[in-house]
C-alpha cells in the first residue's frame, strides 16, 4: 500500500513538473516575442485579426561608419541535423567572404534552429534583435513554419535555402502568404513527382511500401509521393508507417512491410534514422534485395559511413543541379561537393548581397538600407546561381525545378544519368 | 481494406519474436530499478544512463578490434569482451553514483534521492552527448552473422535468438546470485529490513553496492544487445528505454525480481503486438505511432485490477 501511495504521488509530482515547465517554456516565449515585437514597432496580431505586414512599418536600417552589415543564419548547429545544418551556414557564409558595401563589411549571424518547430523561432527572435537586414534559413520546413510570423514581423526577409514543404508558400490564413519569405530549394511536390516517375519507371515497381518521419517535411513529401505514385499507376501496400526522430526500433515496421510484399520501400525523412531502418531491413534475409528509395533528407555522407553495407543500393532523389556559379562557390567552400543544399544556401546569400548592393545607400559612412526596398529588390532576382537559374514565381518559390537521382555503389553515391 | 493480407502466421510469428527481443532489453535493465527499489525504496533514475554507458563501453570496444572487419571466431571473442567492457563500465559508473549522490542521502526525506538521480541521469545524457560528441549518434558495426533459423515458413534471425538467449541466460545466472550465494542472502537480508541486517552482521552498505552493481551490470549487458540490434546509440538513449523498463518493473511488481521479467516481456509484447491486435477489428486502423499509447493504456488497465503488479510482493521474497 505504502509503495504505491508513494509511487502514485511521485507520478502526481512528475506531471506537475512537466506541466510547470511546459508553463515555464510557454511565457518565455511570450516574452522574447512581444520584446521584438515592441523593438520594431509594430503592429504585429490583433483579436481581429492580421492587421499589416511589418514590412509596412519597418523602419530603415542605419549602419554606423566602420560597422558591419549584420545578415542572420538560422540553421542546425548542433544536435542529429548538425551534419546538414553546418555545411550549409557555412556555404552561405562563404558567399559574403570578403565581400563590402560602401566600405562595410559582412557579418553573418548564425543561430541554432535545431530543426525543430521549437528552434525555429527562437532562433528568429534572436536573429532580429542582433539588428540583422535579412537572414538565410531555416533550413527545415517545421522550423520555418513556425518562425514566418516572427520575421515578418520585424519586417525581415528570409531565404530559406531547404525548406520544402508545400504550404509553407501557401499558408492558411487570409491575408494569403508571408510576402518576407522566400525559398531556393526545389519542391516537395516535384521532388516526389519526380521520385513516383523514376520508381515506376527505372525501379519498375507497382507496389511501394511508406515509411515516414511524422514532422511536417517527412509527413508532407510521403503524402505528396503517395498520390503522385498513385495517379501514375502505382499502389500503396499496407499502411503508412509513421516513426518519431530518434526511434531506432523499426522492427514492427520491418515486419508490417514483410507483410505487404511490396516491390519497393520508400522513406521520406533524415539520415539519422534511416541509417538503423536500412541496418535493420537489411538485416532481414527475405528483404536484402528490395528497393529503398529516400530523398534529400536522407542522401548524406553520414549514411554512407553509418550504414555501411546497408546503404548499398538504395536510391536517392536530391532535387537540384549544378549551376554556371558552382565553380565560384566551391573556390570558396572545399567541401562544396557533398554539401547537400549547399548550393542553394550560397545562392540564398548571394541573392540577399546583391540585392543589398542595389538599395544599400552610403550617408558620409553610413549605411541606410531600406527594409522594403531590400524586399522588393529580393522578390526581383533574376541570376545564375551555384545551383542553376534563379528566379522567384509565385509566393517567393522558386521558378522551375530539376531532380537528379543517386545510387549507393560501393559506399559512394553516383548519379544515375 | 490492408488488414486481411496481414494476418498470416509468418506475420504474427515475426511480431512475437520482436515483442520478446524488446521486451528481453527492458527486462534487463528493469533488474536493476527492481533490484535497487527493494533494497533502498529508491527509484534509481540514473539507471537508464548507465544503461547507456554501457551500449558506449561495447561500442568502444568493438571499434577498438576492428568494426565492420570481424569476423569469424574473432566475432565471438569481440562479443564477449564487448559485454563484459559493457558490464564493468556500467558497474563501475553505478557504484560511483552510489557512493557520490545516493549514500550521502540514504537518511535524508525520500525525496531528496530521487532528485539527486533525476540530477545524475540529465548531467550524463549530457555529458555524453553534449560534453563528448556533440549532438552526434554512433552506429554499431553489424557485425553478427546475418542468417536466420528456419521453421518451415517462420523465421527468427541468429542476432534475435542470440538476444533472447543471452538475456535468458544472465537473468538465470542473477537469479542464482540472488538465490543461492552468501552475497544474494545479504542483499535479501538487507532488503527485509536494514536494520535487523546490521544486528546479524550483514555488511549493510556492501550489499547495498552489490545491489547498485549487479542490477548495473545487467543493465551494461543490455546496452551492447540494444546497439547490436537497433544500431543507432546517442548519450540520451537510456531515457527511453529507462521509463519503459521501470514501468515494466513496476508492472511486475516493483521489488520482485521475476515481476520485473515478466513485467519486461510484457511491455515488449504490449508495444509490437498490442496495436497489430486492434488493428484485427474490423474499422479500427491504428498507424504505427499509436503503438506506446496502446501499450500504456494496456499497463493502466493491469495496474487498475492488479495495483502491486502482477506478481504480488511476498514477505521475505523481496530484493
Request: glycine share 12%.
Amino acid at each position: 500500500m505504502g509503495t504505491k501511495r508513494t509511487l502514485l504521488r511521485f507520478g502526481l509530482g512528475l506531471a506537475a513538473l512537466a506541466g510547470l515547465a511546459a508553463i515555464a517554456t510557454a511565457c518565455s516565449g511570450d516574452d522574447s516575442s512581444s520584446k521584438s515585437t515592441a523593438t520594431g514597432g509594430s503592429a504585429g496580431f490583433t483579436a481581429a485579426g492580421y492587421k499589416a505586414a511589418g514590412l509596412d512599418q519597418a523602419k530603415n536600417v542605419t549602419v554606423d561608419a566602420g560597422a558591419n552589415i549584420k545578415i542572420g543564419i538560422s540553421s542546425a548547429l548542433s544536435g542529429d541535423v548538425k551534419s546538414l545544418g553546418l555545411p550549409i551556414a557555412d556555404s552561405a557564409a562563404a558567399a559574403g567572404d570578403g565581400v563590402t558595401i560602401a566600405g562595410h563589411k559582412l557579418e553573418f549571424v548564425r543561430e541554432d534552429d535545431l530543426c525543430t518547430p521549437e528552434g525555429g523561432p527562437a532562433a528568429a527572435d534572436r536573429l532580429v534583435k542582433a539588428g540583422i537586414v535579412a537572414a538565410v534559413g531555416p533550413i527545415c520546413s517545421g522550423g520555418t513554419r513556425a518562425s514566418l510570423a516572427i520575421y515578418d514581423k520585424a519586417g525581415i526577409t528570409h531565404i530559406s535555402p531547404s525548406a520544402t514543404a508545400g504550404d509553407l508558400t501557401t499558408p492558411a490564413r487570409p491575408e494569403g502568404p508571408y510576402v518576407t519569405f522566400f525559398r531556393v530549394p526545389v519542391l516537395n511536390s516535384d521532388e516526389a513527382n519526380a521520385q513516383a516517375k523514376f520508381s515506376i519507371g527505372t525501379i519498375k515497381a507497382k507496389k511501394a511500401f511508406v515509411v515516414f518521419d511524422t514532422d511536417d517535411y517527412g509527413k508532407d513529401l510521403s503524402q505528396q509521393f503517395q498520390n503522385f505514385f498513385k495517379a501514375q499507376g502505382g499502389t500503396i501496400v499496407g499502411s503508412p508507417a509513421g516513426y518519431e526522430k530518434k526511434q531506432t526500433d523499426f522492427k514492427s515496421i520491418i515486419a508490417n512491410i514483410k507483410a505487404a510484399k511490396p516491390d519497393m520501400v520508400y522513406m521520406a525523412g533524415f539520415y539519422a534514422e534511416a541509417t538503423p531502418f536500412l541496418q535493420q531491413l537489411r538485416a532481414d534475409a527475405d528483404l536484402k534485395s528490395l528497393p529503398f528509395m529516400g530523398g534529400d533528407g536522407i542522401k548524406n555522407d553520414e549514411l554512407l559511413t553509418g550504414a555501411k553495407d546497408a546503404a548499398e543500393n538504395a536510391y536517392l532523389a536530391l532535387p537540384g543541379t549544378t549551376g554556371p556559379k558552382f565553380a565560384d562557390y566551391k573556390a570558396k567552400y572545399k567541401d562544396a561537393d557533398s554539401a547537400t543544399f549547399g548550393p542553394e544556401a550560397w545562392d540564398c546569400a548571394t541573392i540577399i548581397i546583391d540585392a543589398l548592393k542595389k538599395v544599400a545607400k552610403d550617408n558620409g559612412g553610413k549605411l541606410t538600407i531600406d527594409l522594403k526596398a531590400l524586399n522588393e529588390a529580393i522578390k526581383n532576382t533574376d541570376i545564375d546561381g551555384a545551383s542553376g537559374h534563379i528566379k522567384f514565381g509565385n509566393n517567393g518559390d522558386r521558378a522551375g525545378a530539376i531532380v537528379r537521382f543517386f545510387q549507393v555503389k560501393s559506399g559512394k553515391y553516383v548519379e544515375i544519368k | 481494406m490492408s488488414i486481411l493480407f496481414l494476418t498470416t502466421p509468418e506475420f504474427w510469428f515475426d511480431q512475437i519474436v520482436n515483442g520478446l527481443t524488446t521486451g528481453s532489453i527492458y527486462a534487463l535493465v528493469a533488474l536493476g530499478y527492481t533490484m535497487v527499489y527493494g533494497v533502498l525504496q529508491l527509484i534509481n533514475f540514473a539507471h537508464g544512463e548507465v544503461f547507456m554507458i554501457g551500449a558506449f563501453a561495447g561500442y568502444g570496444v568493438l571499434l577498438a578490434l576492428g568494426g565492420q572487419d570481424i569476423s569469424g571466431v574473432m566475432i565471438v571473442v569481440a562479443l564477449v569482451l564487448a559485454l563484459i567492457a559493457a558490464g564493468l563500465a556500467s558497474g563501475a559508473t553505478a557504484i560511483a553514483i552510489e557512493r557520490l549522490a545516493y549514500r550521502p542521502l540514504r537518511n535524508a526525506p525520500r525525496l531528496a534521492p530521487l532528485i539527486s538521480a533525476i540530477g545524475v541521469s540529465v548531467f550524463l545524457s549530457h555529458l555524453v552527448d553534449d560534453g563528448f560528441l556533440n549532438g552526434e549518434t554512433k552506429h554499431y558495426d553489424q557485425i553478427f552473422p546475418a542468417g536466420k533459423l528456419s521453421l518451415g515458413a517462420l523465421n527468427v534471425s541468429y542476432l534475435q535468438l542470440f538476444l533472447m538467449g543471452a538475456s535468458l541466460a544472465m537473468m538465470a545466472v542473477l537469479y542464482w546470485i540472488i538465490q543461492r550465494t552468501k552475497l544474494g542472502r545479504s542483499i535479501r537480508a538487507v532488503a527485509e529490513s536494514r536494520d535487523n541486517a546490521a544486528l546479524m552482521g550483514v555488511d549493510v552498505n556492501r550489499a547495498i553496492v552489490a545491489t547498485f552493481a549487479l542490477g548495473a551490470i545487467m543493465a551494461g549487458f543490455a546496452g551492447v544487445l540494444y546497439g547490436l540490434f537497433f544500431s543507432s546509440i546517442r548519450g540520451s538513449m537510456g531515457f527511453i528505454p529507462g521509463i519503459k523498463a521501470f514501468t515494466a518493473a513496476v508492472l511486475g511488481g516493483i521489488g520482485s525480481i521475476p515481476g520485473a521479467v515478466v513485467g519486461g516481456y510484457f511491455l515488449g509484447l504490449a508495444e509490437t503486438v498490442g496495436r497489430e491486435l486492434l488493428n484485427e477489428i474490423p474499422g479500427v486502423n491504428l498507424p504505427n505511432e499509436w503503438k506506446d499509447v496502446v501499450a500504456f493504456a494496456l499497463l493502466v488497465l493491469v495496474l487498475i485490477f492488479r495495483p502491486t503488479g502482477i506478481f504480488t510482493q511476498q514477505e521475505g521474497k523481496r530484493a
